[in-house]
């Protein structure tokens, strides 16, 4: 543990601490910023010696503090081995617990190390830019085994277990609840018995990543980075030349985000802007009303309403996941140009089968609905009208056609709505897609689903069948290019030629974009795909 104080202050006797930048628990890079203090004529971030964790802050904001005064207890690397629980430091020699390998040691064979540190990380989250932590499986000290739990992520769509990639013991647990995590954030620090096995890159321990030499493409972005003022230098000014209050972090991340401090309002001390100021205009500037924001052709915003003014309300939080299918319905709904086909389906044979099925030992009591029969039949018109199951290729220029079928299914759940996707539909057999409808739904409900099993569909089918409706538009789920909604059976009156008989008739609605799909084309699909439910025996064909 080391103590980390106010630097020389030059001219300044005593400086005010003005900004918090970390808190206990948090995990900083060598230089990180720690505090910021402020004299009367400039700021100045101090920053962390050393790469570490934060143990305890000994300021607040608004303190005031000279040159020698300790900010900060830091548990740095080496001193973080050094603590390590007893057990661990009786079991293994010395050497081993007293600093970490580095990557050639890590990787060097079971005989030169009888212990190893891995480093485990955030897995690959797909489409999920950011997870939050949500439970805690283990602590600091406890044994685990290979594959065993060490925390569970959330994101807007499912929940997920980090495992441990080998058995051994917690050194650290380096998240807690309610962080948000990216891809390859460091969530522990496992000491395992031998060299650490060719695990998955993610998870091997690169020797201290603070320390590890910075590529050139880094070093002549950090070149580029306004230096941190030192006491007593005046403050930079920005752009129109006024005096701009904002430490080196804030500027740094105003140039990530793309945005010209000038414009940002400051609530520190004398209008100093803190990263809170930054993150508060970047929300205004992308929730502001986009005729504000977009000018003429901007769609006009709903004006709020207070509708207390109308009797008694109650406020109920949105969840992530309605929030984040909301943002994405909308983004389909304004980008792409919706043509909806309507058509219905003569399923009395299919209903009569799948009927049959209830009491035939040959289905094995699994759950049969109309919606495993639709989605082969859609693999089978997806296979006639490939480009129906295509996308646009980013480089604008390109159509991609898909050699698989997969097909995501909406399911309805209490925190909003879901589309996993089953795989291969166009190889599986109707029982066998009943069962994964079954498990599917069943995950996405408990929310359970894999990031691989909400990603790579072709196309979406979104059933309202069960609870009722003649037919509705359903929004594509892009980068598809179609989707299919299906109404509730009904018995109908269907002309034979000779008179009307009682049929089950299957409302469909087709949403296809039109800038993909073209009207003929997705009537010669709707057609087709109702031809093959009206008679199944044709997908065998
Ligand atoms: N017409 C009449 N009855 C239907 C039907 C239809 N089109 N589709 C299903 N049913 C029946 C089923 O046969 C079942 O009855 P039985 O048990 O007597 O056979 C009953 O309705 C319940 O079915 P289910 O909902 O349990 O199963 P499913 O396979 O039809 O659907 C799932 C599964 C996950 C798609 C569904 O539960 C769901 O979440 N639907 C909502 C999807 C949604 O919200 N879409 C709107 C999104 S906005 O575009």
């Known amino acids: 543990m080391i103590s980390v104080t106010v630097p020389e202050l030059g001219d300044a006797s005593d400086v005010e601490v003005i900004e918090l930048c970390v808190k206990p628990g948090d995990r900083v890079a060598v230089d990180d910023p720690l505090i910021v203090i402020e004299s009367d004529k400039a700021s100045l971030e101090v920053p962390a010696p050393q790469a570490g964790v934060v143990r305890a802050l000994s300021v607040a904001i608004g303190d005031r503090c000279q040159e020698g005064d300790v900010i900060a207890e830091l548990e740095t690397e080496d001193t973080a081995v050094d603590e390590a629980p007893a057990a661990a430091v009786d079991e293994a020699p010395a050497a081993a617990v007293q600093r970490e390998p580095t990557t050639a040691e890590a990787l060097a064979p079971a005989a030169s190390a009888s212990t190893t540190v891995l480093e485990v990380t955030v897995p690959e989250l797909g489409d999920a830019a950011e997870v939050v932590v ?3 499986m283990v602590a600091a000290g406890d044994t685990v085994e290979l594959d065993q739990g060490l925390l569970a992520l959330e994101s807007d769509k499912a929940t997920m277990e980090v495992p441990a990639p080998q058995a051994g013991r917690v050194l650290e647990l380096c998240l807690a609840i309610g962080d948000a995590v990216t891809d390859g954030a ?8 031998g060299a650490a096995s060719p695990a998955p890159a993610a998870t091997e321990a690169p020797a201290a990543p603070a320390q590890a030499p910075i590529p050139a493409a880094a070093a002549s972005v950090s070149a580029e980075e306004a230096p941190a003022p030192a006491a007593g230098a005046p403050v930079s000014a920005e752009g129109d030349g006024g005096a701009i ?45 986009a005729s504000q924001a977009a000018g003429g052709g901007a769609i006009p915003p709903i004006p709020p ?39 219905e389906a003569d399923i009395t044979a299919l209903e009569s089968f799948r009927k049959s099925l209830k009491d035939d030992p040959a289905a094995g009591g699994i759950k049969v609905t109309p919606l495993a029969f639709i989605l082969k039949a859609v693999a089978g018109a997806l296979k006639a009208y490939p480009r129906v199951g295509g996308s646009f290729h980013a480089d604008g220029e390109h159509y991609v056609l898909k050699d698989f079928i997969h097909i995501g299914i909406a399911v309805d ?18 029982l066998a897609l009943s069962e994964e409808i079954v498990s599917l739904s069943e995950r996405a409900r408990a929310r359970n689903l894999k990031p691989d099993e909400l990603r790579g569909g072709c196309f979406s089918v979104s059933s309202l069948g069960a609870i009722g409706g003649t037919g509705f538009t359903p929004i594509i789920n892009p980068p598809e290019v179609a989707i299919l909604g299906v109404a509730k059976l009904r018995k109908a009156p269907l002309w ?28 010669r699909f709707m057609t087709h795909l109702c031809h093959l439910l009206a008679d199944v025996r044709r997908l065998m064909l």
């Open 413 to 430: 759940t209490p925190e909003g709505l879901i589309v996993p996707v089953l795989r291969d539909v166009d190889q599986k057999g109707v």
């Open 496 to 523: 034979t030629g000779e008179g009307f008989e009682p049929r089950d008739v299957l409302p469909l609605s087709l949403s296809y974009d039109h800038r993909a799909i073209n009207g003929a084309e997705a009537g």
């Open 134 to 136: 949500v439970d805690l």
């Open 186 to 193: 460091l969530v522990a620090r496992l000491e395992v018995a």
């Open 305 to 343: 309403v207070d509708f207390e003014r109308f009797g008694p309300v109650r406020l109920e939080p949105i969840s992530r996941m309605m929030r984040a299918g909301a943002a994405n319905l909308h983004r389909s709904w304004l980008n792409i140009p919706h043509v909806t086909q309507h058509d």
């Open 245 to 289: 209050y904002a430490g080196p972090a804030v500027r740094r991340l105003a140039r990530e985000l793309g945005v010209t401090l000038a414009g940002v309002t400051g609530s520190g001390s004398r209008g100093r802007i803190t990263k809170e100021d930054l993150k508060a205009h970047v929300k205004t500037q992308i929730t502001a009303p």
